[in-house]
């Protein structure tokens, strides 16, 4: 499937790659480059599959700030609570849109 980098501003993409920058300076360990694409790719073209498999990755340097926190913390009207269905996968009733994210990612990085 394509990326549809059209979703946000030239600038709003400058912004997601200096976000992305940061938190692969971070976490500078093997995978990070892998689940910082990740991020990319649920940022650009965000999913039901995508936010269920990344929402609890840590952003903060010591670990203790979830992409889901943080997009609670910067779109208070997120929901900061889920039901989990039996395959231990979430009920989302929404998933945050490319801006949430966005404004996320650079506060975690902040």
Do not use: F
Not at 1 to 22: G, P, V
Not at 36 to 57: F, G, K, S
């Amino acid at each position: 499937m394509a990326i549809n980098e059209k979703t946000l501003s030239d600038e709003k993409l400058k912004r997601l790659s200096l976000a992305l920058t940061e938190l692969h300076r971070m976490h500078s360990h093997p995978a990070a480059k892998r689940w910082i694409n990740d991020l990319r790719n649920l940022v650009l073209y965000p999913t039901r599959e995508r936010w269920d498999a990344l929402h609890n990755t840590a952003l903060g340097p010591n670990g203790t700030l979830s992409l889901w926190q943080a997009t609670c913390y910067t779109s208070p009207d997120y929901p900061n609570r889920v039901a989990i269905r039996g395959d231990d996968s979430h009920d989302w009733t929404s998933v945050p849109t490319s801006e949430m994210l966005l404004q996320a990612l650079m506060y975690a990085v902040s």
